[in-house]
């Protein structure tokens, strides 16, 4: 089994950053992809931000230029800049090993004055 456990979310003001971060154990074996989802209230989660093994990058057109995801080996960061309110949503981490996906708790964004 793999856990995957998140921090970092809160309340923050428009304009304003967050980290978040996710951290990988157990019988991982290989990574495919790590990434973030996101889903608030009332409508379908969505892919924020993947990273593949080998360091590929992609972003939902809604965060580039404003959000970053990297990967220290089993642990992924993405790193939001310029939050808006409609980034206001439950963060969820998720690591792809090539036999199946695991996803983390979630972690809950709100970005408001």
């Known amino acids: 089994q793999v856990q995957l456990v998140e921090s970092g979310g809160g309340l923050v003001q428009p304009g304003g950053s967050l980290r978040l971060s996710c951290a990988a154990s157990?019988?991982?074996?290989?990574?495919?992809?790590m990434g973030w989802y996101r889903q608030a209230p009332g409508k379908q989660r969505e892919l924020v931000a993947l990273?593949?093994?080998?360091?590929s990058t992609n972003y939902a057109d809604s965060v580039k230029g404003r959000f970053t995801i990297s990967r220290d080996n089993a642990k992924s960061t993405l790193q939001m800049n310029s939050l808006k309110p409609e980034d206001t949503a439950v963060y969820y981490c998720?690591?792809?090993?090539?036999?199946?996906?695991?996803w983390g708790q979630g972690t809950q964004v709100t970005v408001s004055s």
């Open positions: 998720y690591l792809d090993n090539f036999y199946r996906t695991f």
């Open positions: 157990g019988s991982i074996f290989s990574i495919k992809t």
């Open positions: 990273i593949i093994n080998g360091g």
